[in-house]
C-alpha cells in the first residue's frame, strides 16, 4: 500500500474538478465541501492545494475551526500581512480589509471542522469575505465538514442563498470497491477476497475509503497464509474488531 498515493472515485473527482473551476472562475465568494469522517475531505483539499495558481491565490487552511477565535484569524491574516496590532479588534479588522483590496493575491480561508466553527468566528470571516465594494472579492470562503455543516448554515439563510457551490463526498460505490483495493493493496490481495466477502466489507465500512483501509488491513494480519478468505470468518472477525 501506498500512503501517499489516492484513488480518485467518481465521487471524488466529481468534487474536486468542481471546487477546482469555481476557485478558478472566481465568480463565488462561498463554497461548502462536506462528508462523513474517512470520506476523503482533507486528500481532496491537499489535491485541491496543488492544482491551484500560487501566482493568484493564497490558501489558508484552518484544520480545527472549533479552536479558531475571531479575533485569532483576523491577528493570523494581519500577521502573515505584516500589518500592526491595532489598539481595538475593530481598528486592527479595519486596517486588514483595507489592505486587502491592495493585495495582490486572493485569500482563500479553508476552515475544516466547519461545523463546529464558532458562530463569530463565521461572522468575521463573512465580513472579510464581503468587505469589498468594487467586487474584487479579495477573500474567499471554503467551508469543510461533516454532513451537519448543511443543517447550520442553511439556519444562516443569508449565508445559505451565497453558497452556490456545495460539494458532497459520499464514498465509494459498490463497483469501485475491487479496484480501490487493488490500488493500495494489489491485485493479489484483492483476489483473496471473494464477491460475498466484498459485499460484507462494503457493508461494514459503509463505502467510506477511510473506513475500508483499515477493514482490510486487519483482515490481511488476520489471513497470512495467502490463500482465499472465508467470507464468514471476515464477517465474524469485523464484527468483533468493531465491538472493541
Known amino acids: ?37 474517512g470520506v476523503g475531505k482533507t486528500w481532496l483539499c491537499r489535491q485541491l492545494n496543488t492544482v491551484l495558481d500560487r501566482c493568484r ?50 485569500l482563500l480561508l479553508w476552515f475544516d471542522e466547519a461545523h463546529e466553527l464558532a458562530d463569530e468566528t463565521l461572522l468575521e470571516a463573512k465580513a472579510l469575505a464581503e468587505s469589498d465594494l468594487d467586487g474584487s472579492c479579495p477573500v474567499r470562503i471554503l467551508l469543510i465538514g461533516m454532513p451537519l455543516l448543511r443543517d447550520r448554515v442553511q439556519a444562516i439563510a443569508p449565508l445559505w ?34 464477491q460475498q466477502g ?10 467510506i475509503p477511510g473506513l475500508v483501509v483499515p477493514r482490510f488491513k486487519k483482515i490481511l494480519a488476520e489471513n497470512k497464509s495467502g490463500g482465499p478468505i472465508d467470507p464468514l470468518f471476515l464477517d465474524d472477525m469485523l464484527q468483533r474488531w468493531e465491538l472493541t
Open 57 to 106: 491565490h493564497r490558501v489558508f487552511y484552518f484544520s480545527h475551526a472549533r479552536h479558531l477565535s475571531a479575533t485569532a484569524l483576523i491577528r493570523v491574516l494581519a500577521t502573515w500581512m505584516r500589518l500592526p496590532t491595532r489598539r481595538s479588534h475593530s481598528e486592527t479588522l479595519q486596517g486588514l480589509i483595507s489592505a486587502l483590496g491592495e493585495h495582490p493575491h486572493q
Open 161 to 194: 442563498r451565497r453558497i452556490v457551490v456545495r460539494e458532497e463526498l459520499t464514498g465509494l460505490t459498490f463497483d469501485e470497491l475491487p479496484p480501490f483495493i487493488e490500488h493500495h493493496f494489489g491485485a493479489e490481495n484483492l483476489q483473496r477476497i471473494c
Open 1 to 37: 500500500m501506498n500512503p501517499s498515493s489516492y484513488f480518485a472515485f467518481d465521487d471524488f473527482a466529481r468534487a474536486l474538478e468542481n471546487l477546482e473551476n469555481a476557485f478558478r472562475n472566481e465568480n463565488d465568494r462561498y463554497l461548502m465541501l462536506t462528508g462523513e469522517t
Open 198 to 207: 466484498l459485499h460484507i466489507l462494503f457493508e461494514r465500512a459503509r463505502g
